[in-house]
């Protein structure tokens, strides 16, 4: 196959087409897989939520926020070796929001299940948007209210009060805080209410406090409006956003020129929360696993959003709207959580379960079929692991990169023990073989009597007994307790292959870092323009990228057709497949890490790479076939000289073959 194109340039050379398709593409060729280290950022400071945005660099939560860090390749392209930056942090702090990337180039987030100084439950629905280019966020529309189904808010603060004032200042944030919201604690009268939000950091209060000093207060009400990590979905066009409702089978649009939201139609079955949403080839529709829906009827449904026709629609076999079979995939044991859901080379949806179950369906046939169970290890034992929240990525090569950990493999009918009051050990326990150093224990019943809350292993002393960070309430012989459950250590790492009916094979032993401490919804996978993943922990330091092996089918591949100058330093590329052919990574509801828009990066041939900006592309759709062609922007990047080049467009990881182009000196003035 031809690999260079002239496209309204001169032709480079050969020799220089060739070197760069070498480097462009020879990072995802490796004969095996490999995992390097990224330079870790500076000063100790830890990663987060990772975004791709469109000039190739990343964003990445600094911790929880509400700083962000920015990764940037180094000259050759390499995101190990890049550089950070520190951009503008956002106006709180947020822990699993929803996000998606703009095709103004600009970064949307909404949400948060925590949010606010030391991240206490809010479920916000404010949002906001980054511009990369200014390096400036500015408030958006919040989700609109849906009254009391929100439920209530319960905000503990260190605070200042004055005796004789009713003005309470030195509030760490009061971006989650209403009017009517009741406050209390210490030289705070009976009955206080708040009467005005003065500031982020100071409000009015219905009494005059009765102290002066600090002390912790707790503030109180009902949630006019809630999102926190729901599901969200740039629609086919990327003017619109679909989200998904917390509380309710509420569907809403954001229409982003306008910042405006409005009703659209309600799901079939389930409330959105801990869903995860995929999007098929054109029309774009929107498949959901329907969690809740699946857990109260014993038996799996899904549904489908149509964005032609603005409908839900239930493709479940259970009810007769498609064949096959769609098995349970989650349930209450396992906290109704959910793993990743990703659209596959040849268009079927993957699902994957907390249970360690997986289901695959086929749009064109609707039709769903049980997928292979994600088998780990426990201290040599084979068992079954599951993605209780823990994300996925689409390799170039088809195959689907997954993380799990050891939640399912607990026993759901729990087990039995023997416990002294005031004792951490625990005996005669049927078989501790499988059991791993920081699990949790708890009753049974979950009600606390036999086991204090929060209480976790602290060591396997025998197969028969355990010792557990608290002390017993009480003594006695034959306790029903439980022992893991959701989010329990070791995370391991899989490899789901496509061919038939689908495989699934453990590749953690290629993974040079440690995962025996660490449940999978800690860790956080993006797909990368080179194809690779770059993968971490949300508040550590250190990253991996993930070089698959393989290269894309050449029939996936973006085609570049054209490319023309419209001067200020910026073109349009004229092309097909440019959005790639998935989402790229997938993560339940807490994380969206969505990169199915184009990306172009510009190669001399020496290899140095220039990424360049892009904008107005046609969002929000993935395996579209040589049939449609797609346009998109590109600003050059200020820094390249000019030159020869090979352009190279990539959509969700899979990359295009190169192009040559001619970039004058007057294009980098932007004349």
């Known amino acids: 196959m031809q690999m260079s194109y002239k496209v309204s340039r001169s032709r480079i050379s050969a020799l220089a087409c060739c070197l760069a398709f070498s480097f462009a593409f020879g990072v995802v060729a490796s004969a095996q897989q490999a995992w390097t280290a990224v330079t870790p950022p500076p000063q100790g400071q830890q990663v987060g939520t990772m975004l791709l945005l469109t000039d190739g660099s990343v964003m990445m939560v600094n911790g929880v926020g509400p700083g962000w860090l920015r990764l940037t390749p180094d000259a050759k392209g390499n995101y190990a ?100 919201w009741s406050v209390s604690g210490n030289g705070i009268p009976a009955g206080a209410t708040i009467t005005s939000i003065d500031s982020k950091t100071q409000i009015h209060i219905s009494s005059n406090a009765t102290a002066t000093g600090t002390s912790t207060l707790t503030f109180t009400g009902p949630h006019p409006s809630c999102f926190g990590a729901t599901e ?54 929107i498949v959901v696993y329907d969690i809740f829906q699946s857990i109260n009827t014993g038996q799996g449904y899904a ?115 023997n416990t002294t009051a005031d004792s951490p050990v625990i005996t005669n326990i049927p078989d501790t073989s499988q059991y791993q150093v920081g699990w949790g224990v708890a009753d049974a019943d979950g009600s606390g009597t036999v086991i204090p809350p929060n209480t976790s292993i602290q060591s396997i002393d025998s197969p028969h007994q355990v010792t557990v960070s608290n002390n017993a309430n009480v003594t006695l012989a034959g306790a029903a307790l439980r022992f893991g459950g959701t989010f329990s250590a070791p995370t391991q790492l899989f490899d789901f292959n496509p061919a038939g009916a689908g495989s699934i094979s453990n590749v953690t032993a290629t993974y040079p870092g440690n995962l025996t401490q660490e449940s999978a919804y800690t860790f956080r996978m993006l797909v990368l323009p080179t194809g690779q993943v770059l993968f971490g922990q949300n508040q550590n330091t250190q990253l991996y990228l993930y070089t698959p ?17 419209n001067g200020s330093g910026k073109f349009t590329m004229t092309g097909r497949q440019l959005d790639g052919q998935s989402a790229g990574a997938s993560y339940g509801d807490d994380v969206q890490m969505d990169s199915n828009y184009p990306i172009v990066r510009l190669v001399n041939s020496s290899g140095a790479v220039y990424y360049c900006r892009t904008t107005n592309w046609f969002a929000g759709q993935v395996g579209q076939g040589t049939a449609v062609t797609h346009t998109v922007n590109f600003t050059l990047n200020s820094q390249m000289p000019a030159g020869n080049y090979s352009a190279i467009v990539s959509g969700a990881g899979i990359s295009s073959f190169p192009v040559s182009i001619v970039i004058t000196q007057a294009e980098v003035n932007g004349q």
């Open 81 to 180: 070796t890049g550089s950070w930056t520190t951009a503008a942090p956002m106006s709180e702090e947020r822990l699993f929001f929803a996000s998606q990337i703009l095709p103004s180039g600009k970064l949307y987030v909404l949400g948060g299940e925590y949010s606010g100084p030391g991240t206490p439950r809010t479920d916000t629905a404010t949002a906001e948007i980054y511009d990369p280019v200014t390096n400036t966020w500015t408030t958006a529309a919040p989700y609109p209210a849906q009254g009391a189904v929100c439920g209530d808010g319960n905000i503990a603060y260190d605070a200042n009060t004055v005796t004789g004032s009713n003005v309470i200042t030195g509030i760490p944030s009061t971006v989650s805080f209403y009017v009517g």
């Open 303 to 417: 549904e489908a959003y149509n964005p032609v026709t603005g409908n839900w629609n239930s493709v479940s076999p259970a009810d007769g709207t498609a064949l096959g079979t769609l098995p349970l995939l989650t349930s209450d044991n396992l906290g109704a959580e959910f793993g990743p859901t990703l659209r596959l080379q040849d268009g079927r949806i993957l699902e994957v379960g907390a249970n360690g179950v997986t289901a695959l369906y086929t749009p064109s046939t609707n039709t769903w079929v049980v997928g292979p169970t994600i088998k780990g290890t426990l201290n040599g034992t084979p068992a079954t692991f599951g993605a209780d929240d823990a994300p996925g990525a689409l390799l170039p090569n088809g195959h689907v990169l997954l993380a799990a950990d050891a939640g399912p493999a607990t026993p759901d009918a729990g087990t039995t023990g």
């Open 549 to 565: 092996t393989g290269t894309a089918s050449p029939a996936l591949r973006p085609v570049i057709n054209n490319i023309t100058y």
């Open 232 to 285: 969200t979905m740039l629609l086919p066009g990327g003017t619109q956003i679909l989200a998904g409702s917390l509380v309710d089978t509420t569907t809403r649009i954001y229409t982003i020129a306008t910042d405006s939201w409005a009703l659209a139609s309600p799901k079939v079955y389930d409330r959105s929360d801990e869903e995860g949403w995929a999007m098929t080839a054109a029309p774009g529709k």
